[in-house]
């Protein structure tokens, strides 16, 4: 039988992992990964990161080295981060130059405590992106409202990025705005459009987690037929406004001069809630000209009893159903997914700075030895 995995590739669907260490390159699995199991891509955030350093002592001669260098946790941890990028990238750069840039891109993120100044975003994006140099690079930028200027100002200076913590329909319509702006100021300054490339991180089962106690305690009657309902109905909402944005005017001029689509990325698709299956999100989502980036966990359980064929019409068809009988029910999404917006800032935020301050007393106890 065909790998699962593979056959999300020929649906139209990129497999991604969501994860990222030092190990899994020098072993030799992320090549195998590739090779077997039809992974097309990578992402990272601070926490994957946080979880890397801590969790492996391979990056511990190189924290001693660069701590009596006399380098800051940051600095220690941008170069940890930009190496392992670089190495993913070098990794993926046959499949990058076999799909012509649709695919093999690994995600650098910016910092979140620049969630809510553009400028700092815009300059630390340009960093990144100089310093991994890859042309299958990615930087992170998070859909909020100070991060919808530094999308267009990066993807109209050629860097490839990806939008991330997004949760609202609305949010997204204003990052297709600005990646449409960002595109059409390189077309205007006679720039290739072609080697830039974006996805658009529509998270998805955090929506539920934090849904699903809203119904149990409104005493929605019964609960049991909208739990688990809205995340994948916010991301059916999501990609059919994705459909919608292919169809205009606006987007026929810039595909003709050689864009390709910001494609919808689903983010967060391990279930949080354990009497849901493993793959719960992962086959309600799998729709044509996507990308699914997937936790370790996630991406074996879909390895081995994955069911791939697209589905996003039955959800889309019984989204407006489900979201007004969560409305009759007294949830009010948009408020939900505000909630969820700052939750993800705050918690990645909080991921880095854990990570920084690992590396700092890794450092102490290594500097000593």
């Known amino acids: 039988m065909m790998n699962p995995l593979v056959r999300l590739g020929e649906l139209g669907q990129s497999p991604w992992y969501d994860y990222i260490t030092r ?10 990964l ?13 926490t994957i990161f ?67 100044d553009s400028e700092a975003t815009i ?4 960093r990144l992106w100089a310093a991994v140099d890859r ?13 919808l200027p530094a999308i267009t100002w990066c993807i109209a200076d050629g860097i490839s990025v990806n939008v991330t913590l ?4 609305e949010r997204y319509a204003a990052v297709i705005e600005a990646w449409l702006t960002g595109m059409e100021r390189r077309l205007d300054r006679g720039l290739a459009l072609e080697p830039v490339a974006s996805v ?20 929605a009657n019964p609960p049991s037929l909208l739990r688990g309902q809205a995340a994948i109905a916010n991301a059916s909402a999501a990609y059919r406004l994705f459909e919608w944005s292919l169809g205009t005017p606006r987007w026929d001029q810039l595909t003709k001069a050689g864009a390709r689509p910001q494609r919808p990325l689903w983010a967060s698709t391990s279930t949080k809630d ?76 909080a991921s880095h700075q854990s990570l920084l301050s690992g590396i700092e007393a890794k450092a102490g106890e290594l500097v000593g030895r």
């Open 135 to 147: 042309p299958n690079a990615m930087i992170k930028i998070p859909g909020t409202a100070a991060g």
């Open 200 to 219: 658009a991180s529509f998270f998805v089962s955090r929506v539920d987690a934090k849904v699903d106690p809203l119904l149990d305690r409104a005493g």
């Open 50 to 116: 946080e979880k890397a350093v801590a969790g492996s002592r391979s990056y511990d001669d190189d924290i001693r080295r660069f701590s009596r260098e006399g380098r800051s946790p940051a600095e220690i941890f941008e170069t940890l981060a930009v190496a392992d990028v670089r190495a993913a990238c070098d990794e993926f750069a046959e499949l990058h130059r076999e799909t012509r840039g649709l695919d093999g891109q690994v995600s650098l993120e910016v910092s979140p405590a620049l969630a809510g």
């Open 123 to 126: 300059h630390e994006a340009e």
């Open 274 to 349: 354990p009497h849901y299956p493993d793959t719960y999100y992962v086959e309600a989502l799998v729709a044509p000209r996507t990308v699914n980036t997937l936790p370790p966990e996630t991406f074996a359980a879909y390895r081995d009893h994955g069911r791939p064929a697209v589905r996003i019409r039955e959800s889309i068809a019984k989204a407006p159903a489900q979201m007004k009988a969560l409305a009759t029910a007294g949830i009010d999404l948009g408020a939900v997914t505000r909630e969820l917006e700052e939750d993800g800032v705050a918690k990645f935020a």
């Open 34 to 46: 590739i090779r077997e199991d039809g992974l097309r891509g990578m992402t990272s955030n601070p």
């Open 23 to 32: 190990d899994l390159v020098a072993s030799g699995e992320l090549a195998r």
């Open 166 to 169: 997004l949760f609202s329909v």
